[in-house]
Antibody, heavy 118, light 110 residues
Framework: EVQLVESGGGLVQPGGSLRLSCAAS????????MNWVRQAPGKGLEWVSY????????YYADSVKGRFTISRDNAKNSLYLQMNSLRAEDTAVYYC???????????WGQGTMVTVSS | EIVMTQSPATLSVSPGERATLSCRAS??????LAWYQQKPGQAPRLLIY???TRATGIPARFSGSGSGTEFTLTISSLQSEDFAVYYC????????????FGQGTKLEIK
């Protein structure tokens, strides 16, 4: 079964850091581009970051540029999001999503909740 | 930055009827347009990519059309499981490379 499973979410204080992980299974992870997408409580979807199958190039939304770092380990079938200098407005469910050749996201994880609050 | 605007924000339709959802881009995105369905507490599900191609396993009652700046998702005969929030999404294949989602249309039972 093709699957993505996120982990690493939790409660963190403003200015703090958190590292999210996304474990992939059921497909050849190293062949696919990947993304992080987030959704604040009661709000819509916001794309966060993209990484190619090889790890370069990488792109970020302006709202997280300079604070978040996306990476991957193809040997471990894993995607990561290092989040630094967290703000209250970063509070959201974070999804990892598989990218396709048509740039649509065909497989999504169940999401992991990140809450930034003092 | 390309802005995606969906309308209406909420659409009330009776089961068995047709629903038409719109998505407008602030500049041309060619056919780089996808549609997603999201139910409460669930991750989004890909319905349509390339503006008009149904994703694997998506029923034929879902169809997408349009190109450039105007796009439509049509659900021909609404089933109870179709009541959800729908998002459109575009992809820039030129700098700044980014994806943009619309704000969503909530499809509710009339």
């Amino acid at each position: 079964e093709v699957q993505l499973v996120e982990s690493g979410g939790g409660l963190v204080q403003p200015g703090g850091s958190l590292r999210l992980s996304c474990a992939a299974s059921g497909f050849t992870f190293s062949s696919y581009e990947m993304n992080w997408v987030r959704q604040a409580p009661g709000k819509g979807l916001e794309w966060v970051s993209y990484i190619s199958s090889s790890g370069s190039p990488i792109y970020y939304a302006d709202s997280v540029k300079g604070r978040f770092t996306i990476s991957r380990d193809n040997a471990k079938n894993s995607l990561y999001l290092q989040m630094n200098s967290l703000r209250a407005e970063d509070t959201a469910v974070y999804y990892c999503a598989r990218d396709t050749v048509t740039s649509a996201f065909d497989i999504w994880g169940q999401g992991t909740m990140v809450t930034v609050s003092s | 930055e390309i802005v995606m605007t969906q309308s209406p924000a909420t659409l009330s339709v009776s089961p068995g009827e047709r629903a038409t959802l719109s998505c407008r881009a602030s500049q041309s995105v060619s056919s780089n347009l996808a549609w997603y369905q999201q139910k409460p507490g669930q991750a989004p599900r890909l319905l349509i990519y390339g503006a008009s191609t149904r994703a694997t396993g998506i029923p034929a009652r879902f169809s997408g059309s349009g190109s450039g700046t105007e796009f439509t998702l049509t659900i021909s005969s609404l089933q109870s499981e179709d009541f959800a929030v729908y998002y459109c999404q575009q992809y820039n294949n030129w700098p700044p490379y980014m994806y943009t989602f619309g704000q969503g249309t909530k499809l509710e039972i009339k």
